[in-house]
């Protein structure tokens, strides 16, 4: 069936390191979201990429969808503690009318 | 202004009972969704409400799992002879619109837990 793999799983960063999440696609996305989840909370929209090759920012917080619309990434730059949570893209495949979500990836800061 | 609400916030149940799980979403969407997060897990796609009809219920995972949306509203996920396997907590989202260009609004979610 369709399916979102992110990678890695886990990542313990130092306060003010880098971070990045990958999420790849078995098949072409229509779009892509991503969202943050908090320990203990429920998953909040971070933004929405459409376009092939398209990049944007928020802040720290870098996204980018590949060319062939089969993966994209979250970059945060020199993170601080308020970035702990689970990250999660979720694709819209073709003519599909769910949202297929990734399994996420948890990062945890260290002050 | 109120985002999703969902009611109970936790529901402990034995093996073979029956529950059901209330969703209230922002007012004016159309879109309702309803997704199981199992722990370390991502949200696991349901069921989707185009106002009061079932556009989509491929998500189910069996005919003990049935949800509905009367007045395009208020929607009830309900779970016949709940098996241990149904423990998770239940995510209801809801969006202004049913297409892939809206964001979908989560609630607290309902964490099921079948002894």
């Known amino acids: 069936g369709q399916q979102v793999m992110q990678i890695p799983q886990y990542q313990h960063v130092q306060e003010g390191e880098d971070f990045t999440t990958y999420c790849n696609s078995s098949?072409?996305?229509?779009?892509i979201q991503w969202y943050k989840q908090r320990p203990g909370g429920h998953p909040v929209f971070l933004i929405q990429?459409?376009?092939?090759?398209e990049v944007k920012k928020q802040k720290r917080l870098t996204f980018q969808f590949g060319e062939a619309k089969k993966n994209s990434s979250l970059h945060i730059t020199a993170t601080q503690t308020t970035d702990v949570g689970t990250y999660f893209c979720?694709?819209?495949?073709?003519?599909?009318?769910?949202?297929?979500f990734g399994s996420g990836t948890q990062l945890t800061v260290l002050p | 202004g109120a985002g999703v609400s969902q009611t109970p916030s936790n529901k402990v149940t034995e093996k073979g009972k029956y529950v059901e799980l209330r969703c209230d979403p922002i007012?004016?969407?159309?879109?309702l969704y309803w997704y199981r997060q199992s722990l370390g897990q991502g949200p696991e796609f349901l069921i989707y409400?185009?106002?009061?009809?079932?556009?989509?219920d491929s998500g189910l995972p069996n005919d003990r799992f049935f949800a509905v949306r009367p007045e395009g509203s208020v929607s009830t996920l309900k779970i016949q002879r709940t098996e241990r396997g149904d423990s998770a907590v239940y995510l209801c989202?809801?969006?202004?619109?049913?297409?892939?260009?809206?964001?979908?609004?989560f609630g607290p979610g309902t964490r099921l837990t079948v002894l």
């Open positions: 989202a809801s969006s202004l619109r049913g297409q892939l260009a809206y964001e979908q609004f």
């Open positions: 098949t072409t996305l229509s779009n």
């Open positions: 990429l459409v376009k092939s090759g």
């Open positions: 979720a694709g819209w495949m073709g003519s599909a009318r769910q949202l297929t």
């Open positions: 007012s004016g969407h159309t879109a």
């Open positions: 409400f185009q106002g009061t009809g079932a556009a989509d």
